[in-house]
């Protein structure tokens, strides 16, 4: 199909889902005052609608500005919408048939069956949404001062709607973060949500306590109950070989702050930034991330995927479905912050935090932190590093020493993502701790003899090529070959091998990044594909990795 088809083919399959979308929920409107607990499902079909109304406006407006791929994956993903919206309405037509048939029918035994099916519809729309959200984000990175303005046509029109002035609509949140991102004048921000601002210190409680295997610390805001997080942001300001000046880094910082000030966190579980401090550290003044806990985590725990991750073959273990909801998560979470034009450089499981609830064994929602190095994708990098291995391994061999021979980029975060999915699929942690606190690889890396290699850079690619060997190995039979698929085409993602499902020469001429960014979800869509708990199937993945991006 040609880019002019598929647009006029978005634009038909929107105008359906609208179709569809409002007959339910005026037929749900007929049915609210029968009992309370449908009346509670009906309203979460209606929060689920308004929501979904308000995207598909701002994409039925946009569809002429969209790149190819970007509309085909939304044409996919609007299609199965429609099933589900048409399925829904049939149900609901299907049950007021059966009750003019036989209208003796008891209220009470209408509920019944009305509930029965609303949960379903509650149920497919809401596994919709989260599937969905994350694309639908990829809108920020098309370069386009024309999308701006239809953006803010979009939440005009909305103004009107109840909920406008209770809750920031995806159209404005949307414009929030386009416009941090371009880093224009918000002058359509509210006054109180402009950006988080420098903080005084004395805002934040002297109580601090290190997250377990993090450089994180938790602590309270003065004079509040409410638990933030609070994670450095500069650790490497001052060293000897860095080329960033502390006034390009405290920007960084603040554009970094400003664009997590809008991220919802249940979509890229980024935790939401309301602010930065300056506090003072053993290595001098530090800027600190000042991070909110959702209300609904206030009591639980927030540990580093290190800690949890077991250790010389000890520690609980994590179910698959569990292993990888938290994979498809990190995924979320790093194309999240090269959408928004980033790059993280340090992802690794002590970056990596999940809320736990000690009276539970499961893992709770995970979110990405430690954001010491980030830096806009286009800035300047530093080309200094470290000789710690327990965080070269998480770094493409590129990328590792004291001198690095690469300038970072986007596909170097997507390597690392890759180990760590590696890591998870296996439920093993590759760094292990003795008791006399000494760091010592997991024995089943087998890498010592590489680690110890005179010749780093050989060593370095020697301890790739056992990753990869591992993945192609092990995983199949673990995780499946689609997870597998996922996480060699992370490993190899540089290179142009048969394992590199990402590489594209076309990418080269993806001026906005909308190809890569739309391959990401497709990963994450093939990772949430191949989850099959009974509580959270997403079976039915509507996106395949090895679909091309081209007309």
């Known amino acids: 199909m040609d880019?002019?088809?598929?647009?006029?083919?978005?634009?038909?399959?929107?105008?359906?889902?609208?179709?569809?979308?409002n007959r339910l929920i005026g037929l749900c409107r007929q049915y609210q005052s029968l009992a309370s607990d449908l009346a509670e499902i009906i309203l979460s079909i209606q929060a689920a609608w308004i929501k979904m109304d308000i995207q598909l406006k701002s994409l039925r407006s946009l569809c002429d500005k969209l790149d190819y791929p970007l509309l085909l994956l939304y044409h996919d993903?609007?299609?199965?919408?429609?099933?589900k919206?048409?399925?829904?309405?049939?149900?609901?037509?299907?049950?007021?048939?059966?009750?003019n048939e036989a209208f003796h029918v008891h209220q009470k035994l209408k509920a019944v069956y009305l509930k029965r099916e609303l949960s379903q519809t509650v149920e497919d729309l809401e596994g919709w949404q989260r599937r969905f959200d994350p694309s639908w984000y990829l809108i920020t990175r098309i370069a386009d001062p024309d999308v701006d303005r239809r953006l803010r046509d979009v939440r005009r029109s909305q103004h009107t709607h109840p909920s406008s002035s209770t809750f920031p609509s995806p159209a404005a949140r949307l414009t929030w973060?386009?416009?941090?991102?371009?880093?224009?004048?918000?002058?359509?921000?509210?006054?109180?949500?402009?950006?988080?601002?420098?903080?005084d210190a004395a805002a934040v409680s002297s109580g601090m306590y290190r997250v377990e295997g993090t450089d994180a610390y938790l602590s309270r805001l003065n004079n509040t109950p409410r638990r933030v997080l609070l994670d450095p942001a500069n650790l490497h300001l001052g060293h000897a070989q860095s080329q960033i000046s502390p006034a390009t880094l405290r920007q960084n910082i603040r554009d970094l702050a400003r664009l997590l000030r809008h991220v919802d966190p249940s979509t890229f579980h980024l935790l939401r930034c309301d602010g930065i401090v300056e506090l003072p550290t053993t290595q001098g003044n530090q800027f600190h991330l000042l991070f909110e806990i959702p209300q609904n985590l206030q009591l639980s725990?927030?540990?580093?995927?290190?800690?949890?991750?077991?250790?010389?073959?000890?520690?609980?273990?994590?179910?698959?479905?569990?292993?990888?909801?938290?994979?498809?998560?990190?995924?979320?979470?790093?194309?999240f912050v090269h959408a928004a034009g980033f790059v993280h450089k340090n992802i690794r499981p002590g970056t990596i935090i999940a809320f736990q609830d000690d009276t539970s064994d499961r893992l709770g929602p995970s979110f990405l932190i430690g954001f010491e190095r980030i830096r806009r994708a286009e800035g300047r990098t530093d080309k200094f590093g470290d000789l710690d291995w327990e965080k070269n391994l998480y770094r493409h061999p590129l990328r590792q020493g004291l001198q690095p021979e690469e300038i970072f980029e986007m596909r170097h975060d997507i390597y690392s993502l890759g180990v760590c999915l590696l890591e998870i699929a296996l439920w093993e942690s590759f760094v292990n701790f003795d008791s006399r606190g000494q760091v010592t690889p997991w024995s089943g890396l087998n890498i010592t003899a590489a680690l110890q290699d005179t010749d780093q850079r050989r060593g370095a690619f020697a301890v790739k090529e056992r990753l990869v060997d591992m993945a192609r190995d092990a995983l199949p039979s673990l995780v499946g070959e689609r997870f597998t698929g996922i996480v060699l085409a992370c490993l190899c993602c540089l290179d142009q091998s048969v394992d590199n499902a990402l590489w594209d020469p076309k990418e080269l001429q993806d001026r906005d990044g909308i190809v890569v960014g739309v391959k990401y979800i497709e990963n994450a869509d093939n990772v949430i594909g191949t989850v099959t708990d009974s509580h959270d199937d997403y079976t039915g993945a509507y996106i395949?990795?090895?679909?091309?991006?081209?007309?």
């Open 3 to 21: 880019p002019v088809s598929l647009a006029l083919a978005v634009v038909s399959v929107t105008d359906l889902c609208f179709k569809y979308g």
């Open 85 to 99: 919206l048409a399925k829904a309405t049939d149900s609901f037509q299907v049950i007021q048939r059966k009750n």
């Open 177 to 199: 973060m386009r416009e941090s991102i371009q880093q224009i004048s918000p002058q359509s921000l509210p006054s109180d949500s402009d950006g988080p601002n420098f903080k």
């Open 301 to 335: 725990k927030p540990k580093a995927l290190r800690s949890l991750l077991p250790h010389t073959g000890n520690g609980k273990k994590c179910s698959l479905t569990q292993r990888l909801l938290l994979a498809k998560q990190l995924a979320h979470s790093v194309m």
């Open 77 to 83: 993903a609007l299609t199965l919408l429609e099933a």
């Open 544 to 551: 395949s990795i090895n679909r091309s991006t081209s007309p």
